[in-house]
C-alpha cells in the first residue's frame, strides 16, 4: 500500500471500536473513530475515508439513519461502507444492501473484518 488508506469505524461499542482500531492499523490502515452516527457524519465530511465501518444499533442516530444521511456522499466519492449488527437478519436488510451497503453479523472473526476491508478497497 503506497498511499494509506482510511477506515472511519463509527459505534458506541468502545471496546468494540478499539479491537477495530487495532486491528486495522495493523492491516496497515489509518483509522479515525466516532462514536455515533452524529459524529461519524462529521468525520466522514472532514477526513474522506476510503471505507466506512457502521454500527447499526447506536443511540441519538442509528446506523441505518446514519447511512441514509451519508449514503449520496458514499456513492458520489465511491467509498464503500459494511454495517455491524447483532440483530439477526431482517427483510429492510435487503434494502440496505440494494443502496450499497454490505452487512456482517456480530459475533464476527477479526480476520472476515480485515479480509473485508481488503476486498472492498482493492
Known amino acids: 500500500?503506497?498511499?494509506?488508506?482510511?477506515?472511519l469505524i463509527?459505534?458506541?461499542?468502545?471496546?468494540?471500536?478499539?479491537l477495530l482500531e487495532i486491528a486495522l492499523r495493523e492491516a496497515g490502515y489509518n483509522?479515525?473513530?466516532?462514536n455515533d452516527g452524529e459524529e461519524g457524519l462529521e468525520k466522514l465530511a472532514a477526513v474522506k475515508p476510503s471505507l466506512v465501518i457502521s454500527d447499526i444499533m447506536m443511540p441519538q442516530l442509528d446506523g441505518v439513519e446514519t447511512f441514509h444521511r451519508?449514503?449520496?456522499?458514499?456513492?458520489?466519492?465511491g467509498i464503500p461502507v459494511f454495517i455491524m449488527t447483532a440483530l439477526s437478519r431482517k427483510p429492510w436488510f435487503a434494502d440496505l444492501e440494494a443502496e450499497g451497503a454490505v452487512i456482517i453479523q456480530k459475533p464476527f472473526e477479526i480476520d472476515q473484518v480485515i479480509n473485508l476491508a481488503r476486498d472492498l478497497l482493492s
Open 1 to 7: 500500500m503506497t498511499t494509506q488508506q482510511t477506515v
Open 10 to 18: 463509527i459505534d458506541d461499542d468502545l471496546s468494540l471500536q478499539n
Open 31 to 34: 483509522v479515525v473513530l466516532a
Open 70 to 77: 451519508m449514503k449520496d456522499t458514499l456513492q458520489t466519492e
